[in-house]
């Protein structure tokens, strides 16, 4: 078997990389990926081989039963939390973790409607813009999920908080909250369209999406 790179490989990470690069990493590790799988799937074949190499390499391994250690679990196990990787100026991708209690709790109740994202503008101040904000919904089962950002708040700056929070009944309750982050700034005064330029925003896909404003919209029902 083919040495595993010296890559961290775990289902965060790899939920954290772009279809292209998981068939890149197989290639790596020697796998035949078939033309058009899922990535779910690529995930499962690349997770399965690394743990299937880490078992053979441990197996090796010489342990002295006269000597154990007590490992603490780490002070965060077991938490509600909520973190943001930016990728580049137009897509961040999310990922979360629900503490188990909590999950059941709600999960169990009569009114549980699902688990949301809330994705908040801020002021320069800080200021949470709560009418400009969205929500995503999500599933229960997700773990991880990429936004996109095509058009940033006017009154945003850019700057934003991801509230993770549970639907119960007619009301979102709060779950965990990110630290407030800053979307990279490209030029300033242009339209998103404009900026093909830069190669960052080349690399987010931006000119592969069809972005319909409010005046397009508006235009269409006035021709209907």
Known sequence: ?????????SRTRLESLSTAELIKLADSFGI????????????????????????EKTDDLEINPDYTETVALPKQYNISYIEVIIRDPLWVFVYWEIKVHDREMHEHADDFKGYCL???????????????????????Y??????GFAEHSSKSHGR??????????NSELPVAESLPFCLPKLIENEEINAMKENPLFRFSGVQDLSIIKNTDRQSKIKRQ
Not at 160 to 169: F, H, S
Request: charged share 25%.
């Open 1 to 9: 078997m083919d040495e595993i790179p010296d890559i961290p490989v």
């Open 32 to 55: 035949d990926i078939p033309h058009g799988l899922e990535r779910i799937f690529i995930i499962e074949e690349l997770l399965e081989y690394s743990n299937t190499g880490i078992q």
């Open 118 to 140: 809330r994705v908040v503008p801020l002021s320069e101040k800080n200021t949470e813009l709560i009418d400009a904000s969205l929500t995503v919904p999500i599933n229960a």
């Open 142 to 147: 997700d773990t991880a999920r990429y936004l």
């Open 160 to 169: 934003y908080i991801i509230k993770l929070a549970v639907m119960r009944g």
